[in-house]
Antibody, heavy 124, light 108 residues
């Protein structure tokens, strides 16, 4: 059974870069999309972006200038970097697997496995 | 961006009730609509994908319908473990893959 675990600093200073890693266990990282989603305390979910194991990425346009995602298939890990952070970037950050399913000849994606989430606070 | 709205934002219901949550997209997204359930302090859980396909392991009391811009999540007989917040999410080709604001289902 595939499991995901986020890791990284829980506290980041304003203007610095937030760096998180998601480790995939119980299965291969290959041939899937891997996503990052965040959730400020008491608020809704925001899709940050996703990366395919080939390295191809899709980013949220509102964050695109600050986001970099990468994948290390040898370590079964993928990563998120968010630069120039502010207090507005304080949130629980989740990683998730975005898996396709074929329905009536079309592929539909849904995030079927999630990490437990990690809280990142931006503060000096 | 495609904007997603949900109604109601919250509802109170009793065990055994039939519950319906609506999600609307600001433009047509065909059937590229997912539903997630989130309990406090936990990660979201995929319930429905492609608007009406039940994710493996999800109880059959959950169902989804709709296409284009209007979608519905129905819980046919609410169980104690169903009290949670429900989010819709569009996965159409237009980025970002936005979530709705959520619908909180609590105990009456």
């Amino acid at each position: 059974q595939v499991q995901l675990q986020e890791s990284g600093p829980g506290l980041v200073k304003p203007s610095e870069t937030l760096s998180l890693t998601c480790t995939v266990s119980g299965g291969s990282i290959s041939s899937y999309y891997w996503s990052w989603i965040r959730q400020p305390a008491g608020k809704g979910l925001e899709w940050i972006g996703r990366i395919y194991t080939s390295g191809s990425t899709n980013y949220n346009p509102s964050l695109k200038s600050r986001v970099t995602m990468s994948v290390d298939t040898s370590k079964n890990q993928f990563s998120l970097k968010l630069s120039s952070v502010t207090a507005a970037d304080t949130a629980v950050y989740y990683c998730a697997r975005d898996i396709p399913a074929m329905v009536k000849d079309y592929y539909y994606y849904g995030m079927d496995v999630w990490g437990q989430g990690t809280t990142v606070t931006v503060s000096s | 961006d495609i904007q997603m709205t949900q109604s109601p934002s919250s509802l109170s219901a009793s065990v055994g009730d039939r519950v319906t949550i609506t999600c609307r997209a600001s433009q047509s997204i065909s059937s590229y609509l997912n539903w997630y359930q989130q309990k406090p302090g936990k990660a979201p859980k995929l319930l429905i994908y492609a608007a009406s396909s039940l994710q493996s392991g999800v109880p059959s009391r959950f169902s989804g319908s709709g296409s284009g811009t209007d979608f519905t999540l129905t819980i046919s007989s609410l169980q104690p473990e169903d009290f949670a917040t429900y989010y819709c999410q569009q996965s159409y080709s237009t980025l970002p893959f936005t979530f709705g604001p959520g619908t909180k289902v609590d105990i009456k």
